[in-house]
C-alpha cells in the first residue's frame, strides 16, 4: 500500500486546515478492514500519535489535541482525514499518515503554525 498525504501548509495560530490522506494499491474492500491514523514529528522530537480510527469508526485522539482535531474516512474513496482547528504553535510538526497492519506510515506534510 502507498500513502500519500496533503493538505498541510502555513497558518496563523487560531487557524485552521485539513489533512487528506490516500491509500492507494490497495482495493477498497481491504482498506475497510484496516486503522487509519496520523502520527506527527515535531523539530527535534519523536514521532506521535495524533489520532487513530478503525474500521468500526472508533477513534482515539492524543490528548493535546482532544477537542481540536476530528479524524474520519471515506472508505468508498480509500482516504482519511485529518480536520485541525484552533491550531498552535505547539501543533507544528510533520504530519504522517498511517495504516495499521500492518504498521506503515507515508510520507509526511508540514504544518507550519505562526504566532
Known amino acids: 500500500v502507498q500513502l500519500q498525504a496533503s493538505g498541510g501548509g502555513l497558518v496563523q495560530a487560531g487557524g485552521s486546515l485539513r489533512l487528506s490522506c490516500t491509500a492507494s494499491?490497495?482495493?477498497?474492500?481491504?482498506?475497510?478492514?484496516?486503522?487509519m491514523g496520523w502520527y506527527r514529528q515535531a523539530p527535534g522530537k519523536q514521532r506521535e500519535l495524533v489520532a487513530t480510527?478503525?474500521?468500526?469508526?472508533?477513534?482515539n485522539y492524543a490528548d493535546s489535541v482532544k477537542g481540536r482535531f476530528t479524524i474520519s474516512r471515506d472508505n468508498s474513496q480509500k482516504k482519511v482525514y485529518l480536520r485541525m482547528n484552533s491550531l498552535e504553535p505547539e501543533d507544528i510538526a510533520v504530519y504522517y499518515c498511517?495504516?495499521?497492519?500492518?504498521?506503515?506510515w507515508g510520507q509526511g506534510t508540514l504544518v507550519t503554525v505562526s504566532s
Open positions: 480510527i478503525t474500521s468500526s469508526r472508533s477513534t
Open positions: 498511517y495504516i495499521s497492519p500492518p504498521d506503515q
Open positions: 494499491r490497495m482495493i477498497t474492500s481491504v482498506f475497510n478492514m484496516h486503522t
